[in-house]
Structure formats: C-alpha cells, structure tokens
Antibody, heavy 114, light 112 residues
Framework: QVKLLQSGAALVKPGDSVKMSCKASGYTFTDYIIHWVKQSHGKSLEWIGYINPYSGGTNYNEKFKSKATLTVDKSSSTAYMEFSRLTSEDSAIYYC???????WGPGTMVTVSS | DVVMTQTPVSLSLAIGQPASISCKSSQSLVHSDGKTYLSWILQRPGQSPKRLIYLVSKLDSGVPDRFSGSGSETEFTLKISRVEAEDLGVYYCWQATHFPRTFGGGTKLELK
C-alpha cells in the first residue's frame, strides 16, 4: 500500500536551515508529484509547492520561494524539502502528500528556538 | 491568489444529524482542461489530513457514501447525510486549478 514516511521532529536555531525527507513506497515514485504543506499550530494548511520526481520540475508558492527548496532522489524514492533562514514563524508541522493530496505523510514537526 | 472561504467555521451536531459545509472561491475553479479541481480534506484530531473527495464529487476509496460533494464554478458543498463519531475533526476545501494552490480556513465539526 502507498506510504509516505517522513523524517523525525527537528529543533533548530533561528537563522539555521533544516532539511526534511519524505520516503515513498507502495507505488512508482516517478508517477506522481509530491506536494509539501505547512500547518502552523492550530491553524489552517498552506501549500508550499510541489516537485515532479520524474523531471525534477518544481512549482512554488511565491510566499515560500526564497525559503523552501524541493529536491528528490529517485534512487531511494525520497523527496526532500530544505527550509532556510528559519525564524519562529517557521515553527510548524510540514507534510508531504502525493499527487492530488490523495495520500499524506505523518508530518515533520519543526521547532525554531534559541 | 484564489481565496477559499468556508462556512461555518464550526459545527456542533449530534450523531445521526446531517451536516453541510460551504466553500466559496474568489475565482472560478474550472480549469482550461474542463475539470474542476476542488477537493475536500478531513483532519481528525492528532492525525494527518486525509482526502475524502476530489474533482468536486468523486469519493476516495474507502470513504463512506454518507459523504457527498457538489457544486460548480465558485460554490461548493460537502454534505454528510448522517454524522457519525468518526467524522469529527476539521474539514478543509482545497483548489488545485490555480497557482498557488490554496486551502479554505477549515470547518471544525464537533459532536454534541
């Protein structure tokens, strides 16, 4: 069955970067785009962008264009998101999701604190 | 950006009652390919979101048929014919017609 396994929680300092992963299994990785979605505590969902694992092509929400970098490693069926220059506003749960958000990972909690 | 406005913000219902959630978009969600990329997503407490409905009215596999979606252009509705305990959580609409993709603010369904 389709599974998206995300990396564990991260505690990072302001100004640092964090790179999180999303390992896919149960389907052909290159057949579906991977979305990344942010959920700040108690708030709604925000679309960060997506990556096409087949071509490596990306599409970002302008709001996150200077903040997020999406990549994939086809050999391990893993998508990555790096978030840079972190501030307290970036503390949130980050989800990866397949295709039209039909399958979601468990999320990676990122806490930005000195 | 396309603004997705959900109403009500919260809903308190007893088991067995019907539920209706509205989602209105600031632009038509009809894509140039003729399809309308409007989905409904449920996030149960402490869980990851889960898609229930896509393309306005198509139920995802395993979703009970007490859920239904309808609408067109800029107005969409999610209905639950008879609420059950497992239905509590926050419901979001999501559009994938325009960039950036956007979510509604959410509707919290609580049980009376």
């Amino acid at each position: 069955q389709v599974k998206l396994l995300q990396s564990g929680a991260a505690l990072v300092k302001p100004g640092d970067s964090v790179k999180m992963s999303c390992k896919a299994s149960g389907y052909t990785f290159t057949d579906y785009i991977i979305h990344w979605v942010k959920q700040s505590h108690g708030k709604s969902l925000e679309w960060i962008g997506y990556i096409n694992p087949y071509s490596g092509g990306t599409n970002y929400n302008e709001k996150f264009k200077s903040k997020a970098t999406l990549t994939v490693d086809k050999s391990s069926s893993t998508a990555y998101m790096e978030f840079s220059r972190l501030t307290s506003e970036d503390s949130a749960i980050y989800y990866c999701a397949r295709g039209g958000l039909g399958f979601w990972g468990p999320g990676t909690m990122v806490t930005v604190s000195s | 950006d396309v603004v997705m406005t959900q109403t009500p913000v919260s809903l308190s219902l007893a088991i067995g009652q019907p539920a209706s959630i509205s989602c209105k978009s600031s632009q038509s969600l009809v894509h140039s390919d003729g399809k309308t990329y409007l989905s409904w997503i449920l996030q149960r407490p402490g869980q990851s979101p889960k898609r229930l409905i896509y393309l306005v009215s198509k139920l995802d596999s395993g979703v009970p048929d007490r859920f239904s979606g309808s609408g067109s252009e800029t107005e969409f509705t999610l209905k639950i014919s008879r609420v059950e305990a497992e239905d509590l959580g926050v419901y979001y609409c999501w559009q994938a017609t325009h960039f950036p993709r956007t979510f509604g603010g959410g509707t919290k369904l609580e049980l009376k």
